[in-house]
């Protein structure tokens, strides 16, 4: 079946613009992530649903962040007022519930480029 | 602040050896552990998942954990030129509750030299 889709594959923005990244889950998966990863770095976690909701946003860097997911499904992550630090890859996973050893299955990410 | 640690690397090894790679965590309440592999350029795919003590095998790949010792690793035998990328360690702290996603290592990256 399709697996995680992300929209676009790569974004060039300039500082000071916003920007709104997509990722489509795989069809059935209720728990969705949002992770990103700079270069030379590690994945950090930003965001987790289950369903449509949020538990925590701590995770977000600042509050020029922020995410919504609609119908159980596509999943947003909008970056207002985007500076040069925001550049990473932009990476999405679902999982089919939020259990332990659950496994995330992940997109092949959205490159931002913040000029 | 949960820590996840492996080796940077590079890590060469021959072809047709055995590649190790190791990792340790911080959280002593973690409940499953994840390798990942990921091509440059890719977004990480996953290789295997371990829960309990002891060894999982699954063809060329062995996973072992030790939850004592708080460490992870992952064997690949018969290594392949295919098997060189970057091998992130991921630990799901999840216990019941909660909203974390998965704590990464910064990955090893491997080389399997022809």
């Known amino acids: 079946g399709a697996g995680v889709s992300q929209s676009p594959s790569n974004k060039v923005t300039e500082k000071g613009k916003d920007v709104e990244l997509r990722c489509d889950p795989i069809s059935g998966h209720t728990a969705l992530y949002w992770y990103r990863q700079s270069l030379g770095q590690g994945l950090e976690f930003l965001i987790y649903?289950?369903?449509?909701?949020?538990?925590?946003k701590s995770g977000l860097p600042s509050d020029r962040f922020s995410a919504e997911r609609t119908g159980g499904s596509v999943s947003t992550l909008t970056i207002q007022r985007t500076q040069q630090e925001d550049s990473a890859v932009y990476l999405c996973?679902?999982?089919?519930?939020?259990?332990?050893?659950?496994?995330?299955?992940f997109g092949p990410g959205t490159r931002l480029t913040v000029l | 602040q949960k820590e996840v640690e492996q080796n940077s690397g590079p890590l060469s090894v021959p072809e047709g050896a055995i590649a190790s790679l190791n990792c340790t965590y911080s959280d002593r309440g973690s409940q499953s552990f994840f390798w990942y592999r990921q091509y440059s350029g890719k977004s990480p795919e996953l290789i295997m998942f371990i829960y309990s003590n002891g060894d999982k095998e699954d063809g060329r790949f062995t996973a072992q954990l030790n939850k004592a010792s708080q460490y992870v690793s992952l064997l690949i035998r018969d290594s392949q030129p295919s098997d060189s990328a970057t091998y992130l360690c991921?630990?799901?702290?999840?216990?019941?509750?909660?909203?974390?996603?998965?704590?990464f290592g910064k990955g090893t990256h491997l080389i399997i030299q022809p």
């Open positions: 991921a630990v799901d702290p999840y216990s019941g509750g909660g909203a974390d996603g998965l704590t």
């Open positions: 996973a679902s999982s089919l519930f939020r259990r332990a050893g659950d496994t995330q299955y």
């Open positions: 649903f289950q369903g449509n909701s949020a538990p925590d």
